[in-house]
């Protein structure tokens, strides 16, 4: 029989594109012959991505613990033992030879229920410091694999593998895109062009930073590639109606990155773990712009495993409305400068991260069935 297998994650697409990431992985291992179940918190992005992809999901009743004293917490003890109460049943009927977590509010209770079934279970971490679900399932999951350096400090030793961070398959492979996404973008293949990335869900510094900046870029006949998120998008459209005719574009979301990389010349991006893994892995310059609304400042340390390696450019986000589009026009000019990140850059990839996830998942089926 198939293997029946499990992957929980979403909530951001620095959980949700690995977890497919490592479905697709799945499917070319095991030639087709594996089934796989996504399960993510209902009303999150994963819900609407994962089906895109051509998975089955299931939704929990689930969200994160606010910091803030908030009446949502009030309901927090409830959708947690919700989720478990569906969690198992979702185990029960699906019965899964293993179940992999990235991360997000869903794989806290899904993961839990798989450990304390006997499943053999995963989780994969993308960033230099640890979320709190996957600091807590690190006690009872098999295995864990990392992205970074050091990260005994935070889970058992014994139980580490580095994989690096699964990527979009499709971006792995840019050779003889550039012109056909200079056509998809409707941009001058003459000029060039800065791609920003905020993370899936739009970033509100960088987009303020860009569109304060939007007549220093046309001004320098640059073009723009602007993700905005959905939330800034509308801001952004009506923005950039008087720079049409200089390449300036705007998107709520862009779902062919391997076009929008293919097209940059420089990126501007907030430092997520997926973010600077795909970076490293199509060796574009970058400004990187860390978000400082994370847990213990995690995105800062992950841009700085960049700048140490003299591999991207660091803009703090309470600089960015000053520097950031100043630095991001200086890095394009300077050829040579641009040129070094890109080498340096290039060397911090991490290739065939899925297939090594899917490998090791495989491996503690097998290992089980012994």
Known sequence: MPPRIIISGGGTGGHIFPA???ANALKEKCNGMVEILFVGAEGRMEMEKVPAAGYRI??????GLQRKLTIKNLSFPFKVISSLIKAKRIMKAFKPDAAIGTGGYASGPMLRVASNAGIPTLIQEQNSYPGITNKILSKKVDKICVAYEGMDRYFPKSKIL???????QDILKLDGKRSRAIEFFKLDASKKTILVIGGSLGARTINESILA?????AAQHIQLVWQTGKAFNPIAESAVQQYAEQGIRTFAFIAQMDYAYAVADVVISRAGASSVSELCLVKKASVLVPSPNVA???QTKNAMALVNHQAAILVKDTDAKKELVSQAIGLLADTALKAKLEMNIARLASEDSAMVIANEILNLI?????
Do not use: C, M, Q, Y
Not at 58 to 63: C, R, V
Not at 162 to 168: K, Q
Not at 213 to 217: D, P
Not at 366 to 370: C, F, Q, V, Y
């Open 213 to 217: 900046g939007l007549g220093a870029f």
């Open 58 to 63: 299931e939704g929990l009743w689930i969200s």
């Open 162 to 168: 580095f994989t690096g961070n699964p990527v979009r």
């Open 20 to 22: 497919i990431a490592i």
């Open 296 to 298: 213990e400042d995690h």
């Open 366 to 370: 097998n290992l089980k069935k012994k």
